[in-house]
């Protein structure tokens, strides 16, 4: 039996998978392939997460990919259309709004600062400003906020995903349901992936970015202790009885957050025991417990709301430095690794995706350059740092 080939392989078809598969067509690289053992997505963090996109980092790379973000977003239904048919790929710009006690003030300053020297849009405000803009916000205790005034928001990060999934597959891409279950190398070099299907498919390059605990084992076969972890996230939706007319995404400095979605509202926030878990059970305790106490502080209309539904996706957390693992993989030839996103990945997912296209079709960043995000770091003890983590 004949051996299939293709010239780049890819472990993950989600967001990531599809946005490398789309810029690798585009890069001029002919035979791409994706798997993801299931492509319906129902459990994919493209599907479950809320899909927003922010510049409002501390780290200059993390801000660049914002940006990049942010254009890409205003550009999508043209960028990935198919035969005249434009994705919708509606964009809600209000904000995201970072909220400081007197200790969080500075930070929060010198972050402002960074971000609009390079290119982002974002005002500080007082506790008078922060409460003229936002009367529904009660201020008590808090010492300045940053907003987003233009670019950062939120929108639908599952049409996103099939809106690049479609356009890859128009460029020629195959797309496969099976997992890659492991690798075969000749020394420094993968020549091809083992699937769960029992087949082996050869290839010249192959790509990583199959989520937690895919990328991991994955990895692994490569003698790449990766340190990402599954945690889960919950999310809740509610109603309030009070119209709040052009919210932010609000982030508490508690953590807590809260943001529109349509005529109701989301919210969580970071559990205090958060162990490595693979279900998706909401934890229903979280929101009386955590948030629901926050959020009827911060905003008085809250203190009465009806809960609604919730879902539990999960991070792929890299509990390193809490930020995104990219590139080559030390000590492989042509095989690369996106992975660790820490709940960032599919607003990161265009700058990723072009970047290591780039970086396997040229052997080298192009249009940005992502050594920060670097796998050699870990070995080398060098986190990157990055103050504005939810």
Not at 238 to 265: H, M, Q, T, W
Not at 321 to 342: K, T, W
Request: include cysteine; charge should be negative.
């Amino acid at each position: 039996m004949k051996t299939e080939t293709y010239d780049v392989v890819i472990a993950g078809g989600a967001v990531m998978g599809s946005s490398v598969a789309y810029h690798l067509r585009m890069a001029g690289v002919d035979r791409v392939l994706a798997l993801d053992k299931d492509l319906t997505y129902r459990h994919a963090a493209s599907a479950l997460s809320l899909s927003s996109v922010r510049q409002q980092f501390s780290s200059p790379i993390n801000i660049k990919v914002g940006l990049y973000g942010r254009e890409f977003l205003r550009r999508a239904p043209d960028l990935l259309e198919v035969d005249g048919d434009k994705p919708a790929l509606p964009f809600v710009e209000n904000g995201y709004l970072y909220l400081a006690t007197a200790a969080g003030a500075p930070v929060l300053s010198q972050n402002q600062a960074l971000q609009n020297a390079l290119g982002a849009d974002i005002a500080l405000l007082d506790p008078p400003a922060l409460k003229a803009r936002f009367p529904f916000i009660e201020v008590e205790g808090l010492a300045a906020a940053s907003l987003g005034l233009s670019g950062e928001g939120w929108f639908d990060g599952y049409s996103l995903m099939q809106a690049f999934r479609r356009k890859a597959r128009s460029l020629g891409v195959t797309y496969r349901g099976s997992a890659a279950v492991g690798l075969e190398r000749d020394g420094p070099k993968v020549h091809a992936v083992r699937l769960a299907d029992g087949s082996t498919i050869a290839c010249g390059a192959f790509v990583n970015v199959a989520g937690a605990s895919g990328a991991v084992a994955l990895a692994k076969a490569l003698d790449f202790a990766l340190p990402v972890h599954s945690r889960k996230r919950c999310v809740f939706v509610f109603s309030a009885k009070e119209r709040i007319e052009r919210c932010p995404l609000v982030i508490d400095p508690s953590g807590v957050y809260f943001r529109p979605e349509g005529e109701n509202f989301v919210c969580g926030a970071t559990p205090p025991d958060d162990p490595d878990c693979e279900d998706f059970e909401v934890q229903w305790e979280q929101f009386e417990e955590l948030i629901w106490p926050v959020l009827a502080h911060r905003v008085p209309a809250f203190e009465s709301i009806r809960v609604g539904r919730a879902w539990a996706g999960h991070y792929d957390l890299n509990v390193f430095d809490h930020n995104a693992l990219v590139g080559r993989l030390p000590g492989a030839d042509n095989a690369y690794l996106a992975a660790g996103f820490s709940g960032h990945g599919i607003q990161q997912s265009p700058a990723i995706g072009r970047g290591l296209a780039e970086l396997i079709a040229s052997g080298g960043y192009q249009t940005m350059d992502l050594a920060d995000f670097g796998v050699e770091r870990i070995a080398e003890g060098r986190p990157l740092l990055e103050r504005n983590v939810i």
